[in-house]
């Protein structure tokens, strides 16, 4: 539970609070490099509650620009992309990726006016299939986030992405709720619920022992539930600042990384990369995950829209509700969004009841208030200032009984821990 | 003609509100029973500006209770209703139809939080195929209202339903607007006008006289026609507090019943029962009724709006218009809407002009507005102590000139109102 | 570049706002006369942000008066237009053009309600097919604007209409913005371009050169270009207050007069009427316009909303925009309305980089702020006083360097103003 003021300030976002100036210290992605080609359509892109116009020009370099022609404010998004840089269709002025005006032939020809005019332009980083923007003061920029699967060629990683309507915490608090498996992405039909060992894990116990450690990208977060041979089956999931979760995997499945971006106070874009570290991914495996497994999205073809939402009531089944899934919704991107969207777009965090479940969002709030503080009293939390730090994946294990996560080294070495484990020893 | 202050007191219903508060201390009936089965899908309720969940669990027993989770605020409408319970699909915590928590499975064994929360729970009262909310404080509950048709079994009753859109208020006041049936449901075309020797007297005297009497349930309201034999064609409609009209039959016609229940500020959920006190319905009237006749609504197939409403204009047919029917638009409900929902959500009654012919608005305003004050005051009104007050009937009859209808004997029998006419002897 | 405040002075146009006074105190057009049948169905009309309703009565009058009913302020959309009057189909209360309450047939035989009753009522001329409101003091009308087409036979004339969905000052100031013409109305394809050897002067010089003058209806704005054998081509267009555009015509080409009518603060009805001051317009022109050409708009059938607009990103065809026109987009007023509708419903003129382009809606804003400020101090502008300043006509001609337009005797002569610039001589 939070006050209404700190509610307040966890989810607004836009330029000028106190959330959207943090995060404006951090790398944001917003949007696939796939989507841009070069002189080729500009997209619309609203992040942080700001309305901005990506292109890529000519030369394949990606602008991040105020949507609107500083001239008249007409919109960019008319604009040909053409010769290394858009031009505004009405009066012809034209701007490069760095936001600087290039030409206004419809000024005289001794006109100093171009030299004048500048246009909002955050500088873009592209990495891992990704276009990643810095919208901060330009001292303060850290080197781009390292997260281990950019490195990785493409034929160990996948990619989907979908926009959830509610704004980013909510979304993102829904990764760091470990019990919420046993219950909302639970088969009832026992011939397919059995033949993942895992399932039988979230049956077995359905209240899960949180161990919640600090670390330089944000929070390791371990749940571990009783197995009925009185072993332990932890999962590790990683929040890292200020916005990323790293879901455990399965025992021996392929890790996850993903990213709550708020477009706006009320709207996310929410990407999934699922990777196999040591491997290729399979075709099969492909083809289960477009079909909204593993929980990758549906969505609405050619849109990044769910294909289950709010307006269809997810396309909840009742009869399937009885018989086959605890929701009778399709998917688990379905079933996480129809429980954070039907909050409301910003829940009311103050009329909350949290349980021993949610300690990890417990702590994630505080560490992000925490973080705030740290932030607006002058000082860089870790993450601002190194790329390294998010060089982690997730990791799950099955442990004897009285034998924490972070005392197996084969499971911290494999989640890129193992320094801070033996320098802890 | 009232002042902004006055109208927006009479119209805005939410938690708090002078009138809601009123409101509160009355049975509100909120859906039909027939919407909900046992262990069968929930049902989303907006009732008095709340968001409220209504379902039937396993033994019949219907619950409305808090749309959201008290944990973290999902919409329980995704729920799973079974075992005496709706569950929380999000971490299956489960609740019964008093607001009790069940279990919360997602806690430790040992946890005591199922006795710490408890969930909003109106009690529901189930009769005559409705279901009746009490929201208000549990030691002010009275007996539920003692309406005649209750005791008539299904074959001399017939039901409808739909949303309207705009205050209840409004809507309501077209039920105590006699000079209106003379115009807005006027047909043109005199082969079917002149089958009805009713429709004869609405078009021998446009400007009926009023006679206005209080009531235990609130007002008497009657409404006399001069007719060409110079006798009177006497209306006698009731308006029961604080939502309720019983409109005055045709002679020796059916009763008709209606409530007119704030769903929010700016629609209501109107309920039409037409009964046959003395005899079954035939199923000639029970086809005319279902095609939109004797005001009960034509709705869109699968849901609560009216087929003919304002986004299209109420398929108003100026042909039709010119020499069919007053208005061109097809079904006295949907005449009603046209009239009603076209003054826009809450209409501004400080720009109206009452006439003559607006007596029984004025009184029942005035009614109304009494008895929030003394509601106000710390005084209850006698409806909201007994339900026997509720049972009466409308009625209607010929009588001739200089006899007012509470001097017939017959008629003050027919309506329940022999009592209070034999004890005024 | 204006301040926020300067912005709402010239953009609010409600009853009680300054530009909105202002405007009351000329005629405005508000609907074309075929619109309107006598005894046909009534329209509902928006203007300068008041609900208003439209009818023609028996005898070929015009009303245009308040949308509700005085009575209950139920739509007198859904009213009967019979025998001189619009009748409510509530209580059967009627109203004349003039709004006068010709019966209350609800009432009494002997209630002198009608004579106490009265509903806003605005006096209605009709004009060169278009009806024109006066919506100021009955006191201060003055005679209707004597625009040179309102005397031309039918032969002469093409009218087209669609309502832009931005302020009305935005969709104006387009019209005084030459330069665009070079850009947003570009043929890249140069088989066609080069058809129209205006098109050749427009791609020739960009940056055109004003010459602005005052005038009594308004503002004389003359841009000039030089040609490729340094000649000057100039178009003079008109601006008369308060929402009036006379765009210049192509050499020896059509007339056209506009008008930017608010129907609210964010919408705008936009007439055009090209006309043919000295010959009929042929079939072939009439063909052409119909279908979008010289800057004539592609509606919706049976609707007055472009068919490229807003929520279809105005058909944008980026294909086509690469190699055959500048924007992509088909027509003209679909072309103007993607710009000026994409800057927002208001567009906010505190954030703009006005250049030398923009003279001319410079001088138009200064002009209205002036005119505001003077109509503010109880002194009127002389185009209130007298419809006579508007008998003007735009025009263009080809003239040798250093050849003003107004030294131009056949031009000015041509435009009707021969003898303000015999009287400057």
Not at 238 to 265: K, Q, T
């Amino acid at each position: 539970m939070l006050k209404a003021e700190q509610n307040e300030r966890l989810t607004r976002v836009g330029p000028g609070t106190a959330m959207g100036d943090f995060m404006r210290r951090f790398w944001v992605p917003f949007l696939a490099g796939t989507e841009l080609e070069p002189d080729g359509a500009p997209q619309r892109v609203s992040l942080l509650g700001e309305r901005l116009l990506a292109f890529r020009d000519t030369d394949g370099r990606v602008g991040l620009i105020d949507e609107f022609c500083p001239h008249r404010r007409a919109s960019l998004f008319f604009g040909r992309n053409e010769e290394c840089g858009i031009r505004c269709v009405y009066h012809g002025w034209k701007f490069d990726v760095e936001g600087r005006c290039l030409e206004v032939p419809s000024e005289p020809a001794d006109s100093n006016l171009a030299r004048k005019v500048r246009l909002t332009a955050y500088p873009v980083h592209e990495a891992g299939g990704l276009l990643w923007a810095w919208m901060g003061p330009a001292a303060e920029r850290p080197a781009p986030p390292a997260f281990d699967w950019l490195g990785l060629p493409p034929e160990q990683c996948y990619f989907s992405q979908f926009v959830l309507n509610a704004n980013w915490l909510q979304g993102m608090e829904g990764e760091f709720d470990s019990a919420h498996v046993s219950f909302l992405h639970r088969r009832l039909d026992m011939e397919v619920a059995k033949t993942s060992i895992v399932g039988e894990y979230f049956r077995n116990d359905t209240a899960p022992t949180w161990k919640i450690d600090p670390a330089p990208h944000g929070l390791v977060c371990a749940a571990s539930r009783r197995t009925a041979e009185n072993e332990l089956y932890w999962r590790v999931t990683h929040f890292a600042l200020p916005f990323y979760s790293m879901v455990a995997p399965e025992i021996g499945g392929c890790n996850s990384w993903r990213c709550w971006v708020p477009l706006d106070d009320e709207n996310s874009w929410v990407v999934t990369v699922t990777y196999a570290p040591h491997r290729d991914i399979t075709q099969a495996e492909r083809d289960a995950w477009a079909a909204g497994h593993f929980a990758h999205p549906i969505v609405e073809p050619g849109s990044k829209r769910l294909a289950a939402r709010a307006e269809n009531d997810y396309l909840i089944d009742r009869a399937v509700q009885k018989t086959h899934s605890f929701t009778g919704i399709q998917g688990t991107r379905a079933q996480d969004a129809a429980m954070t969207e039907s909050m409301g777009p910003i829940t009311d965090r103050s009329r909350e009841h949290l349980a021993t479940s949610d300690q990890a969002i417990i702590a994630i709030r505080r560490l992000l208030l925490d973080s705030l503080a740290c932030h607006g009293a002058g000082e860089a939390v870790p993450a601002m200032r190194s790329g390294d730090v998010y060089a982690v994946r997730s990791g799950s294990a099955l442990l004897p009984d009285g034998v924490a996560y972070d005392q197996d080294k084969t499971l911290m070495r494999e989640m890129g821990l193992a320094g801070a484990a033996e320098a802890a020893e």
